[in-house]
């Protein structure tokens, strides 16, 4: 089932809402660092003082970016995941999750989620799907996954018998502790069929930690949700599940394509819900 065929509306959960142009914005400002058009001066203004505390953060952005394309081809390879929940997707890039799963699988199934308006602005571009797949797009927050879980748009695009892969690439770090990002990310997981995959990428607070301090505080200063977590603290989001090899590692180690690919100050990892997986 496609949601995008033409004279369709586009397949999202809401309706357009503003853009504000004022006020900074996490989808925009990682658009920035990769080298994307669609970002504002204020967006600009957070990315260049992110980018006086920690220099190679352009460096990251496009190792989380890479790593998110080698694990749904992972998962499509290796594990037959035909089904994806993409939450914080992020203004389009290279290498979009249905686009590297369909040019593997054409049948699979991804259904997108944001909360930043922007990224629904572009939602025709992320529900191009092939005949045989589907792809859709909701704009929602993860600190409210009801809206995710119940929104007719999930039961219309996944199957709830089959496994999913939950993407969870460069957004637990925009969930601040007293929302709760470990319960959050615990719903998922219960709501998850056996078999399903849970895929973990963000900053890591140990690798530097006054330079990780310095990139939070100056995210924070602008507005800007940024918990940078330890090997540890990053781990417990994976409780419970079988962690898939090499494990928790440096983004830029968990299984290379490439030879010699830079450090970056990240964490990555993927694990698999099995029969008696406790979430949390
Ligand atoms: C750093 S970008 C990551 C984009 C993409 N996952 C990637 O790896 O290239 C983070 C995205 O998460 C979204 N986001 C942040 N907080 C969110 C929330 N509470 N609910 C839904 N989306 C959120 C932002 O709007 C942004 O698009």
């Not at 969870?168 to 709760?180: E, W």
């Amino acid at each position: 089932m496609t949601f995008n065929d033409p004279g369709d509306a586009p397949s999202t959960g809401a309706p357009p809402s503003e853009i504000n142009q004022i006020v900074p914005q996490s989808a925009r400002i990682y658009d920035y660092l990769l080298g994307g058009k669609d970002n504002y001066e204020c967006d600009r203004a957070v990315g260049d003082a992110l980018m006086r505390q920690l220099p190679a953060l352009p460096v990251m952005v496009r190792a989380q970016r890479s790593f998110l394309a080698r694990a749904v081809r992972y998962l499509i390879a290796d594990a037959g995941v035909r089904q994806f929940l993409d939450i914080g997707t992020g203004i389009p890039a290279a290498e979009n999750v249905h686009e590297v799963a369909q040019s593997l699988a054409p049948d699979a199934r991804v259904l997108y989620v944001d909360n930043d308006p922007i990224v629904l602005a572009h939602a025709r571009a992320l529900t191009s799907s092939t005949p045989e797949g589907a792809t859709a797009f909701i704009q929602a927050d993860l600190r409210r996954p009801e809206t995710i879980l119940e929104h007719p748009l999930l039961a219309a695009t996944l199957d709830h018998d089959l496994p999913v892969a939950l993407m969870l690439i460069g957004i637990l770090h925009h969930v601040r502790d007293d929302d709760d990002p470990y319960g959050l990310v615990a719903r998922l997981v219960d709501w998850l069929p056996t078999g399903s995959y849970v895929t973990i990428a963000g900053p890591g607070s140990d690798f530097d930690p006054a330079v990780m301090s310095a990139v939070a505080a100056s995210a924070e200063q602008s507005g800007i949700p940024y918990v940078a977590r330890s090997h540890e603290q990053t781990l417990r989001f994976l409780d419970g599940l079988q962690l898939v090899e090499p494990g928790l590692v440096p983004i830029q180690s968990w299984r290379p394509d490439v030879e010699g690919a830079p450090d970056v100050y990240g964490w990555a990892g993927m694990a698999r819900k099995g029969a008696r997986a406790q979430a949390g």
